[in-house]
């Protein structure tokens, strides 16, 4: 009975979100693990006399592992695209040539069903996308960020010519996409010209690493991850990123914002991701965020407190915008 108190929350993700209208394609992209959150928007979608379709396909290895092919030409064809699934399809080839052909998307990475029925859904989107599309302007208009933490983060970034991402929870329009019910605001470093610390001290919603049980140190030079310290949850994700044997998994992509009030952090990814007031470093792939790597992996690294500079002014103060 569960699938009653998801309904609303499915409701909002289409009309709030998506402003489906009537006769509109939706392609609802699952898996095995996640197909009950897929029938409940389909449900949704269905009340709002558009045409779900669920195409539901054996769960991905590890986050950004493209799609079947039968999956990604569905895309193209959609006018929505949904993704109830347990690993991220988000940083794929297919996601994006969809969204530059004309559909639009709503990431739904690892949701569970507790997301319908509580907490950052219920946000009020429209009153944070003046946030969220600000902080992103101010990210592409800005040469150098540095980002900084009371945990040790000492972070330089070049942003030089990078477009900034506003991802409010809306998308009603061909071509865009975001996430639900992640609110953030992001640009990609420019690739070979990141130095400094990271020290996540908040979660990784990646690999069944979740909330950070103690802080994990990463050494950053010439844009990519060069040495991680930390406990076991810092040895597994060294692990995963060893184990693709390709040097662009320690690409510095994204440095990223939570601006959601009632996201909370969990262990879930688009919760954790939301969290207003946090920060985050994208690392892999990067295409979909308007930079040049596309690798096996992209994993996000969560701070507590951020203090951000651009073109050395404080435009945030230990988790308080100053704008």
Same mark, same amino acid.
């Given at each position: 009975?569960?699938?009653?108190?998801?309904?609303?929350?499915?409701?909002?993700?289409?009309?709030?979100?998506?402003?489906?209208?009537?006769?509109?394609?939706?392609?609802?992209?699952?898996?095995?693990?996640?197909?009950?959150?897929?029938?409940?928007?389909?449900?949704?979608?269905?009340?709002?006399?558009? %045409?779900?379709?669920?195409?539901?396909?054996?769960?991905? %290895?590890?986050?950004?592992?493209?799609?079947?092919?039968?999956?990604?030409?569905?895309?193209?064809?959609?006018?929505?695209?949904?993704?109830?699934?347990?690993?991220?399809?988000?940083?794929?080839?297919?996601?994006?040539?969809?969204?530059?052909?004309?559909?639009?998307?709503?990431?739904?990475?690892?949701?569970?069903? %507790?997301?319908?029925?509580?907490?950052?859904?219920?946000?009020?989107?429209?009153?944070?996308?003046?946030?969220?599309?600000?902080?992103?302007?101010?990210?592409?208009?800005?040469?150098?960020?540095?980002?900084?933490?009371?945990?040790?983060?000492?972070?330089?970034?070049?942003?030089?010519?990078?477009?900034?991402?506003?991802?409010?929870?809306?998308?009603?329009?061909?071509?865009?996409?975001?996430?639900?019910?992640?609110?953030?605001?992001?640009?990609?470093?420019?690739?070979?010209?990141?130095?400094?610390?990271?020290?996540?001290?908040?979660?990784?919603?990646?690999?069944?690493?979740?909330?950070?049980?103690?802080?994990?140190?990463?050494?950053?030079?010439?844009?990519?991850?060069?040495?991680?310290?930390?406990?076991?949850?810092?040895?597994?994700?060294?692990?995963?990123?060893?184990?693709? %044997?390709?040097?662009?998994?320690?690409?510095?992509?994204?440095?990223?914002?939570?601006?959601?009030?009632?996201?909370?952090?969990?262990?879930?990814?688009?919760?954790?991701?939301?969290?207003?007031?946090?920060?985050?470093?994208?690392?892999?792939?990067?295409?979909?965020?308007?930079?040049?790597?596309?690798?096996?992996?992209?994993?996000?690294?969560?701070?507590?407190?951020?203090?951000?500079?651009?073109?050395?002014?404080?435009?945030?103060?230990?988790?308080?915008?100053?704008?």
């Amino acid at each position: 009975m569960k699938e009653v108190l998801m309904y609303r929350g499915a409701q909002r993700i289409l009309r709030v979100c998506a402003d489906v209208k009537p006769g509109e394609k939706v392609l609802i992209l699952t898996d095995y693990l996640k197909e009950p959150i897929a029938r409940v928007l389909a449900s949704a979608a269905m009340a709002m006399e558009a %045409e779900p379709v669920i195409m539901v396909m054996p769960p991905r %290895e590890v986050d950004g592992q493209e799609p079947p092919e039968t999956a990604a030409m569905a895309m193209k064809k959609a006018d929505l695209i949904l993704t109830p699934v347990a690993k991220s399809v988000t940083h794929t080839n297919a996601v994006k040539d969809a969204i530059a052909g004309g559909s639009r998307g709503i990431m739904l990475t690892a949701f569970v069903p %507790e997301q319908l029925i509580s907490g950052g859904i219920y946000a009020d989107f429209e009153a944070q996308r003046p946030l969220c599309e600000k902080v992103a302007r101010m990210l592409e208009e800005a040469r150098t960020a540095k980002l900084t933490t009371p945990a040790g983060t000492n972070l330089i970034m070049d942003l030089t010519g990078r477009k900034g991402n506003a991802h409010p929870g809306i998308a009603r329009k061909p071509g865009q996409f975001t996430t639900v019910p992640n609110i953030e605001s992001s640009t990609s470093p420019v690739e070979g010209k990141s130095e400094g610390i990271l020290v996540g001290d908040g979660s990784i919603p990646y690999y069944d690493i979740g909330v950070l049980k103690e802080p994990i140190f990463m050494t950053v030079k010439e844009g990519k991850v060069t040495d991680i310290k930390g406990g076991a949850q810092a040895g597994i994700i060294s692990g995963m990123m060893a184990s693709q %044997e390709d040097p662009n998994v320690y690409n510095i992509a994204q440095l990223a914002f939570g601006l959601n009030p009632l996201c909370k952090m969990s262990g879930v990814m688009l919760d954790d991701e939301g969290v207003y007031g946090t920060a985050h470093i994208g690392i892999g792939t990067s295409t979909l965020l308007g930079g040049k790597i596309k690798t096996k992996m992209h994993f996000d690294v969560l701070m507590w407190k951020p203090t951000l500079e651009l073109d050395g002014k404080v435009v945030l103060k230990t988790g308080e915008w100053l704008i």
